[in-house]
């Protein structure tokens, strides 16, 4: 009969020997990825090659610390790469609408920046200084006295010929006007009644030539205002010229190789100067006119919206709430008297685009697909290799005036980080994405637990320590964290990856040590942690027990029973899960029905589980009916089972109870068992083999420990025992037992005591006298 498993074979304990350390803070922090050759390759290969298109999709569950590990992987990496290009955009002074973007090397955007604002403060204290200067005012009234004496002797001469030809020229609020006079003084109305036609027509003809005269001069005083308005705005042109040109020359010195720059200082230069009036007046309020509004001089600030000047790699971002505008940067607007909205080039704001642009931009898949619109977006820009910033007012259909910015070429490497199912998903059914994400980089779940990347998950535990500043472990604590990750991986040969939760358990264990005024996190602590954990997620796991303890839920922990055995399942609630027992009975009796499930007869049953059976069915005609045809009506049931059941765990346990109920020798209720079966009657590998044991010993713990309980497992499942040390402690002490099994023989041996030729033997009798009776009734009736 087959021997139980030894305690040694329950769990893999930490071995001393792999990890030479007192304390985690012997370790220096690391940023390496444990254990995924795969897909840092994967990685790498996406990182260096620089085509169209090589982005990268990095498949990983959310909590597996995946996001974190990357970022700080790829940040390694940037830090070969050049620092990106500074970015800003400026005023366009030929189309307001249309901002100009500039590209400049790192730290020149601010330096930019830096000068052109230096220079506008300068102008407007030296212009109005210009202005107010004696020798311009001197040569203005100059300009202005030609002008009054020019236009003096015009009128004057216009004023001598009216005289001489009986006319006066008089200035009134309409205009000027040419009335009749005599001695130089205007005749009256009644006066001019009195005149013989002959004078009448007389005063028509000088009339008419003195108001052509009058208009001639009018025209000349005109051309003479504007010669001397001209006047001035030159005089004005070249007094601004001579304080705007130096300035200017000198800003442009250090930009001198920037085309783009300096095709913008010259408009700027030329702007200066045909809005010389913004600056008559100093920021004081000195000077000539009215104080300026300190929005008339944004047109001259510099939007610098990506600076590099403190940068030191190539920028690694990782976006966490990637929502359009805070991917493509937006258009801002500022409310103005009467309710409406406007915006200029200095509203512009920069987006994670930008920020990453010429680096890395780390997204999660889930984050950017519960975005309205985001995914969209960002393929906008990847495919068009352009930023275009969003304006949120415009694209909500308000009318308000909006902008044209030119678009910032983009070069960015993006690594979206996502679940498999969304890959696949996206693969097949949107070609923009596998145009853009040509690399997939696959990362396992758990990693192999070899003495290498046992070092690693310490070192992970270190940098933790160090970044959090958290008290450091000693080296129990840290082997005991160990083997909560191949508890986590639910195998003695591998560790987990989900690095949130190891985290997490590092944090709680420092917690508590910081309780006790510890200074160094113990085994312990880790302990302590491990069950608070679970204590604060097992409220029904709990709840379920006590419907057994209490008897509501019938299970046997002792004693022999016919056709009745105690099956193992498990419950996922949250990140928790267990096992728990169900009692699994069959009854057997003469009829043509076959075994019938009840559970898959009332749709209780999943798909697996029902192959399960068929796969039961298979193996007792194969095993029992070479040479008589198999007739029986079986039924088997999961008692007190309310909910859906799937998977063929169960199918070993039902083929247990089939094999009692038709032999007619009853099983162990002490021996509760998990395994699925094939038609040869070997049995096979099964999940959670961990939580369902401890969730038998939990049971017997409670009912009290005879010596002769334990579980029955499928061998394959020996290499995935992460039993908790107070399960493994009873085995040691003999009041518990794990037996493995590779067939039903073996297991029926276990269960009833009774050899397995003994009852494949009784089976056989008992199907065979089925089939005689069927036979029988067939032949002659009821």
Known sequence: MTASLPPEKLRRSFDEANLQLKTTADLSP????????????????????????????????????????????????????????????VYNFLESHQPLAIQLPPGQGHRLQDALQQMIRQLRTEIARAFDNQAFRDSTLEVRHMLERKRDELFVALQNN????????????????????????????????????????????????????????IHQVRKLEREAQNELEEL????????????????????????????????????????????RVDEEGNGKGEPIPENEFRRYQVNLLVDHSRTERAPVILEDNPTIPRLLGRVEHEAVYGGAVVTDFTLLQAGTLHAANGGYLVLRANDLFTEPGAWDALKRALVGAAIRPDDPVTRSGA????????????????????????Y???????EDFRILFKVMADFDETVPRTAENEKKYAQFIATLSHDESLLHLDQEAVGRIIEYGSRLADTQNKLSTRFGNIADLVREANYWAAGANRNIVTVDDVEQAIDHREFLHNRIET??????????????????????IN??????????????????????????????????????????????????VGYLGGQYAADFPLSLSAQVTFE??????????????????????????PIKQAIAVTGSINQRGEIQAIGGVTQKVEGWFAVCQEAGLTGEQGVLIPAANIQDLMLRVAVVEAVKAGKFHIWAVETVDQGIELLTGASSAEIHAAVETRLRQLAEILKEYRANGP
């Not at 442009?252 to 030329?270: A, C, N, R, S």
């Not at 678009?407 to 679940?419: E, F």
């Not at 696949?424 to 949107?430: E, I, N, V, W």
């Not at 909910?643 to 063929?648: E, L, S, V």
């Open 399 to 422: 009318a308000a005036r909006s902008l044209d910015p030119q678009p910032i070429p983009l070069k960015v490497k993006v690594l979206l980080i996502g679940p498999p199912g969304l």
């Open 30 to 89: 690391g940023t390496n990825i444990i254990g995924q050759p795969r897909g840092v390759q994967a990685i790498d290969f996406g990182i260096n090659i620089k085509s169209a298109g090589y982005n990268i999709y990095v498949l990983g569950e959310s909590g597996t610390g995946r996001t974190t590990a990357i970022k700080t992987f790829v940040e390694d990496k940037a830090g070969a790469d050049p620092i990106p290009s500074d970015w800003l955009y």
């Open 543 to 564: 709840r379920m027990r006590e419907g057994l303890t209490e008897g509501k839920q019938l299970v046997a922990t002792d004693g022999l029973v016919l056709g009745q």
């Open 567 to 616: 099956g193992l399942t498990v419950s996922q609630i949250g990140d928790h899960a267990f096992g728990h027992p169900s009692r699994v009975t069959a009854r057997t009796y003469a009829g043509r029905e076959g075994v019938v499930q009840i559970d898959r007869e009332v749709d209780l049953a999943g798909s697996i589980h029902n192959k399960g059976l068929m796969t039961l």
């Open 236 to 279: 004005e042109r070249r007094v601004t010229s001579s304080v705007v040109d130096v300035a200017i020359e000198e800003l442009k010195q250090p930009f001198v190789t920037y085309e783009l720059v300096i095709g913008y200082l010259d408009q700027l230069h030329q702007d200066i100067i045909d809005h010389v009036d913004l600056f």
């Open 162 to 217: 009216a005289a001489a030809s009986n006319a006066a020229l008089l200035s009134t609020a309409e205009g000027f006007r040419i009335v009749p006079a005599k001695n130089g003084q205007p005749l009256q109305p009644q006066q001019l009644a009195e005149f013989s036609t002959e004078e009448k027509s007389t005063w028509q003809e000088t009339y008419h030539d003195l108001q052509h005269e009058l208009n001639e001069v």
């Open 424 to 430: 696949y998903q996206l693969h097949s059914m949107d």
């Open 640 to 665: 007190q089972s309310y909910g859906g059941i799937d998977g063929d765990s169960a199918s070993s346990t039902e083929l247990y109870a089939l094999l009692s109920s038709l032999a007619g020798i």
